[in-house]
Antibody
């Protein structure tokens, strides 16, 4: 069955770089796209960016200068790297499976990231 | 960026009754291809969001037909008929017409 699982450090120092991995199963990264979505506690989701099935990427313009999304299809993994983290980057980070233009027919369980010294 | 505004902030519903949640976009979400790119998601307590409605009125796989979506180019409604206990959570509308995709602040549905 389709599964996505986020992994990465729960605590990041301010100004440091966040590295997260989304490991997928039950579908191919060359057939489906994967997005990263984050959610501060008590707030609505924020779309961060997408790795398209063909290897192209799209980013939220508000984060584009700090964000990089890549993948390793042989390992069924999609990666997120975001630099210069600040306290308002604290929240839960999700990866989602996207069908064509649609976002999130499946979501991972999320990983909580706290930016604090 | 397209701003999505939801109302009300919260709604309290008696089980078996119906509920409606509104969402307004700052720009028309109707594409020239005739598709309206508004989506509805439900985040149950302690869980990840799940897709309910795609392209304004299409039910996602596995979603009960008690849920329905409708609207125009900028005003949208999610209706839940015969609310059940499992419907409790926060409902978000979102737009996938333009990058960046954006979401509303959410409407919390509780049971009376």
């Amino acid at each position: 069955q389709v599964q996505l699982k986020e992994s990465g450090p729960g605590l990041v120092q301010p100004s440091e770089t966040l590295s997260l991995t989304c490991t997928v199963s039950g579908f191919s990264l060359t057939s489906y796209s994967v997005s990263w979505v984050r959610q501060p506690s008590g707030k609505g989701p924020e779309w961060m960016g997408r790795m398209w099935y063909d290897g192209d990427t799209a980013y939220n313009s508000a984060l584009k200068s700090r964000l990089s999304i890549s993948r390793d299809t042989s390992k069924n993994q999609v990666f997120l790297k975001m630099n210069s983290l600040q306290t308002d980057d604290t929240g839960t980070y999700y990866c989602t499976r996207d069908v064509g233009w649609e976002l999130g027919d499946y979501w991972g369980q999320g990983v909580m990231v706290t930016v604090s010294s | 960026d397209i701003v999505m505004t939801q109302a009300p902030l919260s709604v309290s519903v008696t089980p078996g009754e119906s509920a409606s949640i509104s969402c307004r976009s700052s720009k028309s979400l109707l594409h020239s291809n005739g598709i309206t790119y508004v989506y509805w998601y439900l985040q149950k307590p302690g869980k990840s969001p799940q897709l309910l409605i795609y392209r304004m009125s299409n039910l996602a796989s596995g979603v009960p037909d008690r849920f329905s979506g409708s609207g125009s180019e900028t005003d949208f409604t999610l209706k839940i008929s015969r609310v059940e206990a499992e419907d409790v959570g926060i409902y978000y509308c979102g737009q996938l017409l333009e990058n960046p995709y954006t979401f509303g602040a959410g409407t919390k549905l509780e049971l009376k």
